[in-house]
């Protein structure tokens, strides 16, 4: 009896897990994590393996895909961390531990800053918040409905007004 293609693929992506195991724990460092990669990233190939094509290289089909999980869930981690409960209120800005604010002098700093920046209006302050908070400007148009452009430039005169407001701060 001969096995068909996706037979075939499935099985060898049954033979690929220690390999796909050893890479996610390059990726992670963390031992449940690549785990969990390793889970994830054949669930997503045992899903889209109808995709696949014939003269690609089966291996790195399957690598990409893991690296694309592991970048995807990367990036939505830095975002929850970054998180901002009212975009009204820049104080519940969750800011890393190394970034100076913790000091009496950085906290005065970043409430001087935040400040300056809940003072502007909404349609420079919600953009310039969320691309601080690490979206993309495309990300930003299309949650706030607005052209690449608009955002790009709400952005950069927010940034710009700030730069002016708190040019003679030392």
């Known amino acids: 009896m001969k096995m068909s293609n996706k037979q075939t693929l ?13 890479y996610a724990l390059t990726l992670t460092s963390n031992k449940d994590e690549a785990q969990d990669l390793t889970q994830e990233a054949t669930l997503k190939a045992l899903t889209n393996i109808d995709k696949y094509y014939d003269n ?9 895909i893991m690296h694309n999980i592991f970048v995807n869930n990367y990036r939505r981690f830095m975002r929850i961390q970054t998180t901002i409960e009212n975009p009204e209120n820049l104080y519940n800005l969750n800011i890393p531990q190394s970034s100076g604010f913790n000091t009496p002098e950085g906290r005065y700093t970043y409430m001087e ?46 940034r710009k007004r700030l730069q002016e407001i708190l040019k003679d701060y030392k």
């Open 113 to 158: 800053i935040m400040s300056v920046i809940n003072n502007f209006a909404d349609e420079y302050k919600i953009p310039f918040t969320l691309h601080f908070r690490g979206y993309k400007y495309d990300e930003i148009a299309e949650k706030l409905g607005l052209p690449l452009g608009t955002v790009k430039s709400r952005i950069f005169f927010a």
């Open 56 to 64: 690609v290289n089966f291996k790195g089909w399957v690598f990409t």
């Open 10 to 22: 499935e099985q060898d992506l049954v033979l690929m897990q220690s390999n796909m195991l050893s």
